[in-house]
Nanobody, 127 residues
Framework: QVQLVESGGGLVQAGGSLRLSCAAS????????MGWFRHGPGKEREFVAA????????SYADSVKGRFTISRDNAQKMVYLRMNDLKPEDTAAYYC????????????????????WGQGTQVNVSS
């Protein structure tokens, strides 16, 4: 019932930064966690980051920890992914998703924990 639309992707040089946005519509978030995944060329979809309803709990893939920051604004129904110090290996289509349950009830790194997905926004990082 939730529709998600990502934006903010583009072409950036290594070491640069981007902020991805995810706008939700059709239904409130409730108490559900939200996450970001990515799907790069020649790779399977992989977990990037997740955040709880309040924003008080977050998790990150080891490959992005310390560089990426996930946040949410429930009043605006927005989720963000700030990406700093981008690397060529970050090149991928990035997808936001709404989890099926609260953060504490799921393994947020698993795609099967999420019920709704956006169409993705492309991030290309050049060397």
């Amino acid at each position: 019932q939730v529709q998600l639309v990502e934006s903010g992707g583009g072409l950036v040089q290594a070491g640069g930064s981007l902020r991805l946005s995810c706008a939700a519509s059709g239904r409130t978030f409730g108490s559900y966690a939200m996450g970001w995944f990515r799907h790069g060329p020649g790779k399977e979809r992989e977990f990037v980051a997740a955040v709880s309803w309040t924003g008080g709990s977050t998790s990150y893939a080891d490959s992005v920890k310390g560089r990426f920051t996930i946040s949410r604004d429930n009043a605006q129904k927005m989720v963000y992914l700030r990406m700093n110090d981008l690397k060529p290996e970050d090149t991928a289509a990035y997808y936001c998703a709404v989890a099926r349950y609260a953060y504490s009830m799921i393994d947020s790194s698993l795609a099967t924990a999420y019920a709704s997905w956006g169409q993705g926004t492309q991030v290309n990082v050049s060397s």
